[in-house]
């Protein structure tokens, strides 16, 4: 090999794995499915889908999630040393500064919200900015001091569909009724989905001293009575769209045995309390939230 070849490659692999921190630091995958509820709500209450906005709403909201990731891992720093499922990010392991972190995780908090508020409107930035905060500032500390704090996460967590939904208003943004109705669903979805996360991942969030299970007791009867429970809540929110007149039959029976499926996933976990069926339900809930917002969207 040539020295200038091999300099140049020594060149490139800084290059490229400095553009690797900067997506695990963003935490690409998430922000992906967190913008795709926003997207497809969108979509699912526009008279007509503006392509151009629909783009702006993609990008102002993937750059407000990545933001809320990075100031996460900037105030979690610490105890991701601890944990073996983020040892490995760029912050614990030194290969980014903080000070590098906060201004990236910044750059794109302020782009995001300048998107929203300058190409779709006043109420989307304002959303936008709420989630920010209230993920960053309120959830984050709260997960080290109380299980509450999985409450206090399900709102931030069910904003993209209402941002969505705000974003195909005209002037300033507005709330409507169909908003609301898709932000319950994601609102209430986010409990037996975390929760079974948090079963899987117990001992590594104990680590840190996280507590994410809604029992003091971790992985026992209480904190699967509650999966149970939300599950089956879930149910009849999940069907609202159709008793409004937003979707039809067929729509209906989708969202219905997803519904069913997800409920015989928790009673599993509640009876048998094993890990093993914790993830089935985890990647269960991973599936059930895309299928009912499409088969919402494809039935309106």
């Known amino acids: 090999m040539s020295a200038e070849k091999a300099y140049s490659l020594e060149k490139e692999v800084p290059a490229m794995s400095k553009m690797a921190d900067y997506v695990q630091f963003a935490k690409l995958r998430l922000s992906s499915l ?3 509820s926003a997207a497809i709500s969108y ?3 526009a008279s007509q889908v503006d392509w151009i906005r629909l783009l702006w709403l993609v990008l102002g ?5 990545a933001s809320s990731n990075g100031f996460n891992q900037i105030i979690e720093r610490d105890t991701d040393k601890l944990m073996t499922r983020t040892a490995n990010r760029p912050l614990p392991q030194n290969r980014m500064s903080v000070n590098e972190a906060i201004l990236v995780a910044s750059v794109f ?3 995001g919200a300048s998107v929203l508020f300058l190409f779709i409107n006043l109420l989307s930035g304002l959303l936008g900015v709420l989630a920010l905060v209230l993920y960053t500032i309120v959830y984050t500390p709260l997960k080290s001091k109380t299980p509450f704090a999985v409450f206090v996460g399900a709102f931030p967590g069910a904003i993209p569909p209402l941002l969505g939904c705000v974003a195909a208003t005209e002037g300033m943004g507005s709330f409507t009724f169909n908003g609301w109705m898709l932000f319950f669903i994601q609102f209430i979805w ?3 989905h975390f ?4 079963w899987v991942l117990d001992e590594d969030y104990k680590k840190a001293g996280f507590k994410m299970l809604p029992s003091p007791g971790g992985r026992d009867k209480a904190s699967a009575f509650q999966i149970l429970i939300y599950t089956l809540f879930l149910l009849p929110i999940s069907l609202t769209p159709y008793f409004f007149g937003m979707i039809g039959p067929i729509s209906l029976a989708i969202i219905t045995a997803c519904g069913l499926l997800f409920i015989y ?6 009876n048998q309390l094993t890990v093993k069926y914790a993830q089935n339900l985890m990647f269960g809930s991973f599936v059930y939230l895309p299928v ?9």
């Open 265 to 270: 996933q928790a009673q599993k976990v509640f």
């Open 109 to 111: 908090g302020i782009s």
């Open 292 to 300: 009912v917002q499409l088969a919402i969207m494809i039935g309106k």
């Open 43 to 45: 979509i699912t209450v």
């Open 61 to 65: 909201g993937f750059l407000i999630t």
């Open 34 to 36: 967190v913008v795709f």
């Open 190 to 192: 986010q409990f037996p």
């Open 195 to 198: 929760w079974a996360i948090a």
